[in-house]
T-cell receptor, first 111, second 112 residues
Framework: EDQVTQSPEALRLQEGESSSLNCSYT??????LFWYRQDPGKGPEFLFT???AGEEKEKERLKATLTKKESFLHITAPKPEDSATYLC????????????FGGGTRLMVKP | DGGITQSPKYLFRKEGQNVTLSCEQN?????MYWYRQDPGQGLRLIYY???????QKGDIAEGYSVSREKKESFPLTVTSAQKNPTAFYLC???????????FGPGTRLTVT
């Protein structure tokens, strides 16, 4: 069974304090891994897609990386506006377009 | 502006009533999805449709029904058979293949 586990469940950072969020996955074959940002009461906003181990994507203070077992979302010098829940999802090879989501990491950045 | 719209944003119903949530997209996407999100949990797939007039059950389809009569529209009905309907419902769409799904703003349903 495909599984996605995100850690930690919650993370409190001071503004400027860099850190990483983890997404561990178990799939029979990975077609793609997706990162989303979700603000309270809103729909998830797409951030990145990663397809193969070693791939990296960057956007402003965020950088996503992928290995064969996990993905990291690195946040460099975060600002309070980076506070949100970050969701990771995998698309297995044999699942058509469907995604399996992790439980998310709730990030809080204090000024 | 291209995007996905869901209405209403908040919905209140009495137990035993069916309710239909609207989802419309103008992204020209073939595939559409319905997810349920409960506090502290990830998204769980209810139904999905890869093409007009065709749809498949997701992981938690019991107590829900859908239709896909137009490419742009994928309404979800929460029936009285759904034992725990209070939740945040999200609609998404995508092109076919290993591509990202784009989400609507969500509908928060409260059943009392």
């Amino acid at each position: 069974e495909d599984q996605v586990t995100q850690s930690p469940e919650a993370l409190r950072l001071q503004e400027g304090e860099s850190s990483s969020l983890n997404c561990s996955y178990t799939v029979s074959g990975l077609r793609g891994l997706f990162w989303y940002r979700q603000d309270p009461g809103k729909g998830p906003e797409f951030l990145f897609t990663l397809y193969s181990a070693g791939e990296e994507k960057e956007k402003e203070r965020l950088k996503a990386t992928l290995t064969k077992k996990e993905s990291f979302l690195h946040i460099t010098a975060p600002k309070p506006e980076d506070s949100a829940t970050y969701l990771c999802a995998v698309q297995p090879n044999n699942a058509g377009n469907m995604l399996t989501f992790g439980g998310g990491t709730r990030l809080m950045v204090k000024p | 502006d291209g995007g996905i719209t869901q209405s209403p944003k908040y919905l209140f119903r009495k137990e035993g009533q069916n309710v239909t949530l609207s989802c419309e997209q103008n992204l020209n996407h073939d595939a559409m999805y319905w997810y349920r999100q409960d506090p502290g949990q990830g998204l769980r797939l209810i139904y999905y449709s890869q093409i007009v007039n065709d749809f498949q059950k997701g992981d938690i389809a019991e107590g829900y029904s859908v239709s896909r009569e137009k490419k742009e529209s994928f309404p979800l009905t929460v029936t009285s058979a759904q034992k725990n309907p209070t939740a945040f419902y999200l609609c998404a769409s995508s092109v076919q293949g290993a591509y990202e799904q784009y989400f609507g703003p969500g509908t928060r349903l409260t059943v009392t």
